[in-house]
């Protein structure tokens, strides 16, 4: 299972903050940001993947998170 988000994340220092407290969550998951894309896309695969944790925890690092559809 791949989930997408939109997010407002700007640094790679921001992003490998928020992918390592995401690894906690999801240990055997692959997750990266494409800060490149117009919508700093988060990207998180693997099994068992709950979006409302996902966003929860990209929130309490101030960012916004949104699932893309």
Known sequence: MV??????????AEANKII?????FFP???INFDLEDCDKILRVEG???TVEKVVELVQKHGFN????E
């Open 28 to 30: 055997d998951s692959k």
């Open 47 to 49: 099994r068992n993947i």
């Open 65 to 68: 998170c949104a699932e893309l």
């Open 20 to 24: 390592s407290q995401l690894n906690r």
């Open 3 to 12: 989930e997408v988000f939109k997010t407002n994340v700007q640094k790679a």
